[in-house]
């Protein structure tokens, strides 16, 4: 696929400088590494800490650099005669642009190089499913820990680290814990306070399997709740499998949204619905398409998308429903089966 | 300090858009922001999740951003009639700095918006301090639950999670957990592998406490060790020793590294020593200064670094011993009060 871009954009090289992307193309999951790609081939570059690594990981011969790999680019983009040199201009770093700009003639080449990610191959969709598969067992695992009394904090600990045990390299995101009022906030931070009976408890968790990442919410009730409390979840849920039942390749994005939207207008909720409905996932935790209010990107077979409407009423409550879905061919696959039932955690409090 | 920025580089403004940078002036610590400075005082530009955590984190008035913040930026730029536009050339993305490159004349200010922060506040000491005792507690906890058998991944995962109970956001980097020869690898990954007897056992953690970060490398014998395990340890530590003995201010950053390789020099383990002493740190795992080879930096008090010499033998294992220290008037304090003296984990393996 780079070899493409380099004949269908005039170019001599181009440079793979987003780590990401690095790891899409050559297998390399270090953290430091740029690869170069010519009409002679690729070179994956890092430094010495990770000869061994880079070796047994890259499918692009390995050169080790001791100090700025931008010496070593340098010199052999002079070897290779390299004048016109494409770059991912919407991501690489000020500095990088400015000393490649001394090298070559830079041909910003937008998100070409990215966007092949955004279409999942069945491997890659193999390890979004094993990482949302470990992060449902996470959170079962997790909740079998659920007491009476016990912390946003400590409920939070839990769930990383029962990813953790699944062999999930870390959270994909801060493992979100909110409870009661605090989970109108729709990114709250986990705070060392007791889960309350008659709130909510919202917990939005995701795992990083294999460098792939998986997303998911669910909000619960803890003891007795409130009438509303219930009509208010119901009312999210109808939105969620809304949006779920528009998702289809050839839809626009905004339309799956709007989806969302419709759903809520009908009890008058849908402006306690202050974000988008999902994006899409992978590699990172949030990749392109958007699921946003009049959002013209088209859904396509191999995207992995996340469906996360939400509601949030100020001094009262948030709750947030969200899965992980697999664009098909006809339509539609949920990749998370945690059951979404409206549940109540603690009946019986003492 | 800003301010000062302002008239000595006759700026109409600059423009804090490093995320930690935005944090240590501001207070402010979502995860989307940019700080303009003007004569006539800072804003803080933020999007609408962050509206309540703004307005009670931000020193400065807050500007609630519905969209892309560059939109708003450049309104207040015209409003305020900016033209010489103090950024953070160093770190800014270049898709970031094409944009305001149409909207004013940019002055690169090199890392004069960030070195404020390598010499630490009391409060930031206060801070830290906290962190590396968090940390140290945590490993304390953590190896309470090693047995026989236990893998790399269980370990680094019971350590993240002592972590979290503790209060830390997260660690401060990918917990290292390295066993056996796989210690060898300054940055191994933990595997889902039992750690094994007669080999060591490297730990390298940091914790994130309130933002500021910790860092402390211990390795462990594990069972029965060959003698060469012990020698190679206490040369190890001799070089760390060596390497605190030469902390203080008015020393330059490559006389305390040098001190570490003459150290290990005398045992002819040098070569085995492939990275540099030691960093800064504090907002960041990774700060200025680097203690390494030639390295012109002069400590200074209030900096506060890790010191880290280390051995890695290909088939064998690798040593680490880390602190994080604090330079002082006088010398330097060590933060990292966990015990260094050889131990053997597991001594009596079943």
């Known amino acids: 696929m780079l070899t493409d871009l380099l004949g269908d954009r005039k170019l001599d090289g181009l440079l793979v400088s987003t780590l990401t ?14 690869l170069l790609v010519s009409a002679s081939g690729g070179i994956l570059f890092t430094d010495p800490r990770y000869t061994t690594q880079a070796r047994a990981e890259s499918r692009f011969p390995v050169e080790i650099v001791k100090g700025p790999l931008l010496a070593a680019i340098a010199k052999r983009l002079a070897r290779l005669r390299v004048h016109r040199l494409g770059i991912e201009d919407q991501r690489i770093s000020h500095t990088l642009y400015s000393s490649l700009a001394k090298l070559a003639r830079l041909v910003p080449l937008g998100m070409d190089i990215e966007s092949p990610r955004w279409i999942k191959s ?9 990482s949302v598969a470990l992060n449902s067992a996470a959170l079962d695992a997790a909740l079998a820990h659920f007491r009476p009394g016990i912390t946003e904090t400590e409920l939070a600990a839990e769930i990383d680290y029962q990813m953790r045990l699944r062999g999930a390299s870390g959270p994909a995101f801060d493992t979100i814990v909110a409870s009661g009022p605090h989970s109108a906030r729709p990114h709250a931070r986990p705070r060392p306070e007791p889960v309350r009976p008659g709130g909510y408890l919202l917990i939005d968790m995701g795992a990083c399997l294999n460098g792939y990442m998986s997303d998911m919410t669910r909000t619960f009730g803890v003891g007795r709740m409130p009438r509303r409390a219930r009509q208010i979840y119901d009312a999210v849920l109808e939105s969620q499998l809304a949006a779920l039942a528009a998702v289809r390749p050839g839809r626009r994005c905004g339309q799956v949204h709007a989806a969302a939207v419709a759903a809520l207008r009908k009890h008058e909720l849908h402006k306690y619905f202050i974000h988008s409905t999902g994006h899409g996932l992978g590699l990172e935790i949030h990749e392109p398409p958007r699921l946003a209010k009049a959002d013209k990107a088209i859904l396509a077979p191999g995207m992995v998308i996340t469906i996360e409407p ?5 001094d009262f409550g948030g709750v947030r429903i969200e899965d992980t879905v697999l664009v098909t061919a006809n339509g539609m696959e949920r990749l998370t089966q945690t059951p979404k039932a409206w549940t109540i955690l603690d009946e019986n409090p003492s």
Chains 1, 2 share one sequence.
């Open 21 to 34: 992307n690095v790891r899409f193309y050559s297998g390399f999951t270090g953290s430091n590494g740029l």
């Open 122 to 130: 069945d491997a890659e969709i193999a390890a979004i499913r094993a």
């Open 310 to 314: 939400g509601v949030y009423i100020e």
